[in-house]
Every structure is written in C-alpha cells, then in structure tokens.
C-alpha cells in the first residue's frame, strides 16, 4: 500500500477516535451523572492570568456565586432536585462531577478552548478564554498534573423554578506550574502537591430534553 493508502487509514482512525471521546463525553456528561458547568460573579482573585496570581495552583478565573455551604442531610439535597427530575441520583452525579472537573482543570492548562466551551456556559468560558489568551499572548504555558480527587461532595442544592443547582465541593490534588517564552518557572512547582479545594455549581432546566449540566459558579473556600 503506498504513502496514500497510509495517510487514509490515519485519518480513519483519528476519526475514530474523535467519535469515541465525544461518544465518552456524552454517556459522562450527558446521563444526569454528569454536569454542565457555567459560572456566575466574580471569582476571587479576579481573572488574573496564573503568574499574576501568584498562587502554586493553577489559578482558574472564578465567578463568585458559589459559596459554601453548610452541607445538610443527603437525602435532603437530593429530594430537592429528584422533586422536579425523578431520575436524579446523587451517586451517580457526583460520579459524572468528578470526571468533568479533572476534565475542565487538564483542558483550562493546555489551553483547549473547543474542549472547554463544551462544558461550560457562555460567561464563564469567557472567563476560560480571556484568561488563555492572555497567557498566550505572555508566551506562558501552563504544566499541570491531575495527581487525584480526596473528596467530593455536594454541599447545596437549589430549585430555581424548573432549574435544578447543586453546589460541590472538591479535594483534589494537583502539581502546577506556569513557564514563561523561555521555559523557566515563574509560578507554581513542578514537583510539589498541592492540596485544593474548589467550590463548583452545575445547573439544569429539568424541563429541557438536554440531559447535560452546566457549571453556572465557582468558587474557593475563605
């Protein structure tokens, strides 16, 4: 077979494999186990890029919206939501959540704004991509390893007419680093853990066919 032949086959199987991840996203995020996300307010700390911030994480633009909330009984959270969507099981969210958190903090470092405009809603992507941007015109790369998750929980629920929201609070470990034109880091440490916490909250019309959640708030404890 020659050259053609194999440059025919490369792009069948990338199109496989593009078939698969969206197939992926789909059955995560789009089987009321998983959330689309959106953000409402200002974040703390502004939308400053990760070297501005100063911090040793990767610093995601926040919305505040989201506070924290004293967590109340499991059954209570999830009676709020399953009385307009009988099919919501909190399990089974917190599951989708998870993924899609791992998912939006691996694509805000690479910078991948198709993967993120996916998931989030219209204001916060445009806190997602302002902040892209502008790394991309300092010439910073974000390096940032998903080390795990220690917890998640959901911490509030909400009916705001037929629009479910629920908040959850992520644990999660993470090693960050922000390198500028020439390679050299200027925030963060490429061999340290870093321990954050991450307040999230996703929304849903439960009258809409949709099944996907969007991430409508952001936030961090203190």
């Known amino acids: ?17 593009a078939v698969f991840i969206a197939l992926r996203l789909r059955a995560v995020l789009g089987q009321r186990t998983g959330h689309e996300q959106q953000r409402r ?4 700390g502004g939308n400053e890029s990760p070297a501005e911030s100063g911090d040793n ?14 967590a ?15 099919s919501f099981r909190s399990d089974d969210f917190l599951k989708g959540a998870a993924w899609a958190y791992e998912m939006v903090v691996g ?3 690479a910078g991948d704004k198709p993967a993120l405009k996916g998931m989030l809603s219209r204001d916060v992507f445009a806190d997602f ?16 390893t998903f080390v795990g998750l220690k917890n998640v929980e959901i911490v509030d629920t909400a009916l705001n007419g037929r629009t479910a929201e629920v908040t959850v609070r ?22 340290a853990v870093e321990q954050v916490t991450d ?18 708030a952001t936030s961090s404890p203190g």
Do not use: H
């Open 41 to 44: 307010g200002p974040l703390a």
């Open 199 to 216: 307040i999230w909250t996703f929304a849903r019309d439960t009258r809409s066919r949709d099944p996907n959640w969007t991430l409508i």
């Open 57 to 70: 994480v990767i610093a995601l633009p926040r919305r505040d919206g989201a506070e924290e909330a004293e």
């Open 170 to 191: 992520f644990q999660s470990e993470l090693i960050s680093a922000t390198r500028d034109r020439n390679g050299a880091v200027i925030a963060g440490d490429p061999q």
């Open 1 to 17: 077979m020659g050259d053609s032949g194999f440059q025919f086959l490369d792009i069948l199987l990338l199109g496989a494999i």
């Open 107 to 109: 694509a805000f470092a």
């Open 72 to 86: 109340t009984p499991p059954d209570a959270k999830e009676a709020r939501i399953r009385a307009a969507d009988p």
């Open 129 to 144: 991509e302002k902040v892209i941007d502008d790394r991309a015109r300092q010439g910073q790369t974000q390096e940032t």
